[in-house]
């Protein structure tokens, strides 16, 4: 019944952009800070970003740092990762999670207890 669902990745050349999506259901997302986690084959999961419940407080890895904004849609009960500026190293499947309360949000992923299944993006020639 509490369900994420994430949207958007695909394939996108060096340098280009990508816009993902993650729309929730059975809960309200402001409420919650949310977490978008990447993890490539045979590589550790890594904390992107995050925004934090209510004020929408946001945080990033220093990897992503001035190319990737997150954001919050109340309306329509979803949080969106613009990415610009892809790399090579940004190939991964991404994951966005939820933790109830969290007003300054965290990148421990173990901590977030909703996940959705994640959606690949490739960034490749």
């Known amino acids: 019944q509490l369900q994420l669902v994430e949207s958007g990745g695909g394939l996108v050349q060096p340098g280009g952009s990508l816009r993902l999506s993650c729309a929730a259901s059975?809960?309200?997302?402001?409420?919650?800070?949310i977490g978008w986690f990447r993890q490539a084959p045979g590589k550790e999961r890594e904390g992107v970003s995050c925004?934090?419940?209510?004020?929408?407080?946001?945080n990033y890895a220093d990897s992503v740092k001035g190319r990737f904004t997150i954001t919050r849609d109340n309306a329509k009960n979803t949080v969106y990762l613009q990415m610009n500026s892809l790399k090579s190293e940004d190939t991964a499947v991404y994951y966005c999670?939820?933790?109830?309360?969290?007003?300054?949000?965290?990148?421990?992923?173990?901590?977030?207890?909703?996940w959705g299944r994640g959606t690949q993006v490739t960034v490749s020639s």
């Open positions: 059975g809960f309200t997302l402001a409420n919650y800070a």
């Open positions: 999670a939820a933790v109830l309360g969290q007003y300054v949000c965290h990148d421990r992923g173990n901590e977030y207890g909703y």
């Open positions: 925004i934090g419940s209510r004020a929408g407080i946001t």
